[in-house]
C-alpha cells in the first residue's frame, strides 16, 4: 500500500485509503480499521499522510520517517496503550525520537502517531513504501488522482416530467389570454 493514497479525516476516527474517485469530484474511501468503504464529498477536509511532519528541536521530520524509526524499536512503539497519559506518551516518543519538540507537540499528537503506526507498521519500511516516499521527495510523484485506478458512477438525479397546464388551471400569477372580441356587424 502506498501513502499517497493513506489519509486522514477530521472528525472520523482512524485513517482511510482512497479507493476511487467519484464523478462528482468526491472519493470513495476505506477505513483501515474495519475495512468499511465510505463516500467522502470534494468539500470534505482531508490530510495526506505523507504531507504529515513531526515537530523536532532542529527541522521538521515526515510522519514516514517518524514510523520507521518507531518500527526500529517496535517493542515499544506497539505496547504504548491508547489511554495512557501525558507523560508517558511524551516518554515513549522521548525513546524514539529524542529530538522532538515537547512544546509543539501535543499529547493527542502523539497518541494519534501510536495509533496511526499501529494501523501502518506492516507497510512500512517495505521496498515499496521507500519507493513511493523517495519520488515524492524527490517531487517526482504524480498527482493523487492520477494513480486511483477505478472510478465510480455516480446516479444522476431523476428529472421529472414537465405538467402540461390546462386554460382552467391559470393562475394569478400567469396572465389569462385576452378574450377574443366579436366582430361587429356593420350595416
Known sequence: MSFEKIISIPGMSGLFKMVAQMRNGGFVVESLLDGRRQPVS???RITMLKDIAVFTTDEDIPLYDVFKKMKE??????KVPAKADTSELKASLKKILPDFDDERVHASDIRKMFLWYNLVKEDVGTEDSDAAMKTEIDGEASEVNANINEEVAVEEPVKKKAVKKKKDDVTDEEEAPAPKKKAAKTA
Open 42 to 44: 470534494s468539500t470534505q
Open 73 to 78: 524499536q517496535d517493542a515499544i512503539a506497539s
